[in-house]
């Protein structure tokens, strides 16, 4: 019996070795991180915003793959974090060496499953009845938390010591550096699934979904179950993100059910690109730096998430990673250079507007919130006066100049591209 084989084409393996190149340099830069900054407290922060980044990967399912808004998502976070400090705890008391690499695997199973019950309940319609439906549902086990202080722990939340299920796999759990193992590896596997779903019939159809429900349900297809289904997956991979949580800080707490983690979410897929798969991942990574550093920097840091996300909407719907793919794009065109001198003069007036409207916000916290602290305060390096009108001038001054010279910057960009007939759907202009 003779087997044919055919063997791919030049353009087949180049485009799967250009393929590969992402997922190598994601895996070369989780080996370089641990050994570039070596602290607990900077190990800490990695392990949390790979968390967050997982975390943002399963949001993305609904919002950018099959396009619903859920306001409930944190739930998923929380319940998986719940199913994983008391699987630590039970096993623990069992008495059993358990690896605890596998204890997300727990939580995301038990995520997955109410998933699937959840699911059921919100997935008739898309759209604003979902977002309410899901609104709901969190809002309950919200509530129902103080009902059950022996699951949720009340106010204190249940704490959990991650040695205690003994060492596995070269490591004894005690050092930050060992859960930045277990999220990074983690990590690298829920990317890998949730692309792979993006490539099979299920993932396709969640984007018809998405894109014309109506369509899908004419050609045989339940929109419903396959929004079920997206729903439960994303649920899933959010108890995953839930449980390396709970391994990292040891402790889970009714806060992490609540509608700001829902937000929270919300705003670093947006921000991050919910067009792009790993979009998100880097709306987790600025907005989960931002929460790290910037509070302690600056009591508006909530207020600049809230800026954040107004700009995005407004100026760059595509994300953050939209406006990466667009200069790439940019750079690539062969016109750069002749375009060069304006977006240099486009980016010093941004910032110089980013200028002032730090010194408008930080003016107004201390003449409200803050007042007691007095009007002096040093924004930036510079001394400043909330009592003074040269502060606020200064500020206001800077931005709305900032805005007058941007729009004719903008306008002669607009004509630049024109000439060179590079407007391209979707750039900036």
């Known amino acids: 019996m003779t087997i044919n084989t055919v063997e791919p084409t030049a353009p087949e393996r180049n485009l799967r070795v250009a393929a590969a190149f992402p997922w190598a340099g994601i895996a070369l830069t989780l080996v370089l991180l641990p050994m570039l900054f070596t602290s607990n407290s900077m190990m800490s922060t990695l392990n949390y915003l790979g968390t967050m980044a997982i975390f943002a990967l399963s949001y993305n399912v609904l919002l950018g793959q099959t396009g619903l808004l859920s306001l409930g998502h944190g739930t998923f976070f929380g319940l998986g974090g719940f199913v994983a400090t008391h699987a630590v705890l039970r096993l623990a008391e069992a008495g059993m060496n358990f690896p605890l690499p596998l204890i997300p695997l727990i939580g995301g199973l038990g995520a997955f499953a109410l998933g699937v019950f959840g699911g059921w309940l919100s997935s008739g319609r898309g759209g604003m009845p979902f977002a309410m439906i899901t609104l709901g549902l969190a809002e309950l086990v919200y509530a129902a938390a103080a009902l059950f202080p022996s699951i949720y722990g009340s106010e204190e939340g249940v704490s959990m010591d991650r040695m205690d299920l003994g060492a596995s796999f070269g490591m004894a759990y005690g050092a930050n550096s060992d859960i930045y193992v277990i999220v990074a590896v983690w990590f690298l596997i829920c990317a890998a699934l949730l692309y792979y779903f ?232």
């Not at 997206?230 to 509608?259: C, D, K, M, Q, R």
């Not at 790993?278 to 550093?293: D, E, N, Q, S, T």
């Not at 240099?344 to 007042?371: H, K, S």
């Open 198 to 429: 993006t490539r099979t019939p299920l993932g396709l159809l969640t984007n018809g979904v998405r894109d014309n429900a109506e369509r899908i349900e004419f050609l045989g297809f339940s929109a419903r179950r396959i929004r079920m289904s997206a729903y439960a997956i994303a649920a899933g991979i959010a108890g995953v993100a839930g449980s390396l949580a709970a391994l990292n800080f040891e402790i889970i707490t009714v806060n992490e059910l609540g509608a700001g983690t829902s937000t929270l979410v919300l705003l670093m897929t947006y921000i991050g690109g919910t067009r792009h798969f790993f979009g998100p991942v880097l709306g987790a990574i600025v907005i989960g730096m931002m929460k790290v550093w910037l509070s302690d920097i600056s009591p508006a840091w909530m207020m600049y998430f809230g800026l954040l996300f107004i700009f995005v909407v407004m100026v760059a719907p595509g994300g953050l990673a939209g406006i990466l793919v667009n200069g790439i794009t940019l750079m690539r065109s062969g016109t750069f250079g002749r375009q060069a001198p304006l977006l240099t003069a486009i980016g010093a007036v941004g910032a110089a507007m980013l200028f002032g409207l730090i010194v408008l916000v930080e003016l107004g916290y201390r003449a409200g919130l803050d007042a007691a602290l007095g009007p002096k305060m040093s924004i930036l390096g510079l001394p400043m006066d909330a009592s003074a009108i040269w502060s606020w001038g200064l500020g206001g001054g800077v931005l709305s100049g900032g805005a007058l010279v941007l729009r004719m910057l903008l306008d002669r960009l607009a004509t630049l591209r024109h000439a060179l007939g590079t407007v391209a759907k979707g750039e900036l202009a």
